[in-house]
């Protein structure tokens, strides 16, 4: 049985910084894509960032410059540094990534809410 978890949300100040984790574990032979998305009240769920297993990453238009994933595949661990955040960041974050188990599918975790608020 596989899982995501994240942990590192919170509430923050708007221009503050936040770093999110999602570690896979349980029966693992790979992980390869690994992506965070974000869903705010009453929208739709969006892809924030995305890196494969080699390291070469892409980021939604909204995040650039101000987030950055990267992960370390010896832990099977994605992060998500969110820096100078804005109000609009304001949303649960899930975890994503394609795992090898028994076959590969793809994989949530449970969501981590971000509030940005002063």
């Known amino acids: 049985q596989v899982q995501l978890v994240e942990s590192g949300g919170g509430l923050v100040q708007p221009g503050g910084s936040l770093r999110l984790s999602c570690a896979a574990s349980?029966?693992?032979?790979?992980?390869?894509?690994m992506r965070w998305y974000r869903q705010a009240p009453g929208k739709q769920r969006e892809l924030v960032a995305g890196i494969r297993r080699a390291g070469s990453t892409n980021y939604a238009e909204s995040v650039k410059g101000r987030f950055t994933i990267s992960r370390d595949n010896p832990k099977n661990t994605v992060y998500l540094q969110m820096n100078s955040l804005k109000p609009e960041d304001t949303a649960v974050y899930y975890c994503?990534?394609?795992?090898?188990?028994?076959?590969?599918?793809?994989?949530w975790g449970q969501g981590t809410q971000v509030t940005v608020s002063s």
């Open positions: 994503n990534a394609d795992i090898y188990s028994d076959y590969v599918r793809a994989y």
């Open positions: 349980g029966r693992i032979f790979s992980v390869n894509a």
